[in-house]
C-alpha cells in the first residue's frame, strides 16, 4: 500500500509516517519503481502499535526503545511494565495536582462571590490578592518528574 492509503486507514498524516520514519519508529519502506513508498501489513501493525502506545502516554523515546528490543529479539515486556509504572505515578502526581487545583479555584470562586467588586481600572481582587503559590506549582516542586 502507498503511504496515503496507511495514513488514512490509521487516522494520521504522511507527514506524521514521514517523521516517525526520521527518528527511527517507522523502517524506510522499498520504494516502487517510480519512487513511491510502499507499506506491507508489518508496517500497519508497527503504526498501529505506535499510535496505541501514544495514546497510553508513551513517549516517543519509550516507543523507539520498545521497538528496539523488538527488532532484536528481545522480549520488551519488562521494560513496558517500568513504562507504565512510570505512567501511572504519573498520572497519580497529576490527578493530586488537579484535586489541588479544583479546590483553590473553588475557594476564590467563593471569595469572589463575597467580595465587592473593587476599582474599576483594576483586575479581579481575588485573583490580583493571591499571594500563596497555586498548589500546582507547589506539588510539581514537591514531585519532580
Known amino acids: 500500500m502507498r503511504i496515503g492509503e496507511l495514513a488514512q486507514r490509521h487516522g494520521v498524516t504522511t ?9 527511527g519508529l517507522m523502517p524506510d519502506p522499498p520504494r516502487t519503481a517510480s ?3 510502499s507499506y506491507e501489513e508489518p508496517d500497519a501493525e508497527r503504526l498501529t502499535f505506535i499510535k496505541t502506545a501514544q495514546r497510553l502516554g508513551l513517549s516517543l523515546d519509550d516507543i523507539r526503545e520498545i521497538i528496539a528490543l523488538r527488532d532484536r529479539g528481545a522480549q520488551p515486556c519488562g521494560y513496558v511494565a517500568e ?10 502526581r497529576r490527578i493530586r495536582e488537579m484535586r489541588d487545583l479544583r479546590d483553590e479555584l473553588r475557594h476564590l470562586r467563593h471569595r469572589a462571590g463575597l467580595e465587592p467588586d473593587g476599582d474599576a481600572a483594576a483586575y479581579c481582587q481575588v485573583i490580583e490578592h493571591v499571594n500563596a503559590p497555586s498548589p500546582v506549582r507547589r506539588g510539581a516542586a514537591a514531585h519532580p518528574t
Open 15 to 23: 507527514k506524521t509516517i514521514r517523521f516517525y520514519e526520521s527518528i
Open 35 to 37: 519512487g513511491y513508498r
Open 83 to 92: 513504562v507504565l509504572d512510570r505512567q501511572v505515578k504519573d498520572l497519580d
